[in-house]
């Protein structure tokens, strides 16, 4: 990683001040971005040269990682350094980060379509669930599927405003419960077995995320060797939490991306398989809360 940390480096000083926006200006705006960002690009790097990446795309992949939340210095600081949740408006703020990134490399010609449709895309889910487009599996451009990995990871480990960082082993959980669904598995892969984690050449079907078990050929799910007992409904409901944890995910997209189902008019099922929920995972240190208007969130107790 050493080497790849050298090679940014190396990238950062030899662009042209005259043709590039300085990375500096990044700095300038938020350190924190700033060094995520550098993070995200030798991850990426790493990631790219075990995918055999040639030189100009491994070039283009740096560059591509070191101004892709650039968008972010538009975004007002006292949103970006929060250091509680975001409200919806707020988050919907951060959202356009991709999109105002990608305009603002947009009419500078030594950015190309590959590094502005990195970008653009790297918010995009492999599952279709992400923003701003939407997107699934293979019509996400390869740097965006890349940079999802790299950038999760990064974030995961890193301290944030609004929570602490969290280990390596959980962050590296995390890529391998999200192969396939929120990642690229091909590349999740590649990912982790440069941090020498063995994945079968089929996707996880028991996945481990903190002291969770999930096993997704019986649909349970174990917190440290004690099965929890789930029903269909309420499984479904703790994975999609899982997946989310620390985000609010409002009542009508639990019924629809859990339960494969539009809500019901009065949300009763749904309020009594969370309430059966947190009664079977009392005690595990990780709570399901409901903020009004913003819908339902677990986070640790
Ligand atoms: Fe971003």
New binding site residues.
Partial sequence: MKATTDYIHSVITSLDAERFIPVTDIKRKSDHIYQHSIEVSGIAMAIGYELKLNATQLEQLALCALY??I??TTVSPEIVNKNTLLHRDEFDQIKT??IV?EELLQNNPVYSNDIRLGIFH??ERYDGFGYPHGLRSEEIPLFSRILAVA?VYAALVANRPHRKAVSRTTAIEYITLEMGRGFDAEIAKTFLAIHNVNVPPCLPEVVKWNLFTINMLNSSVYYNKTNLMLTKHEYALLVLFIKNFENHIPAHLLYEKAWNAPMDSNTTSLRGAIKRLRAKMDGCGWLINYVRGEGYIFERE
Avoid: E, V
């Fill in positions: 892709h939340d968008g972010m980060h991709p990134g790297h918010h950038d």
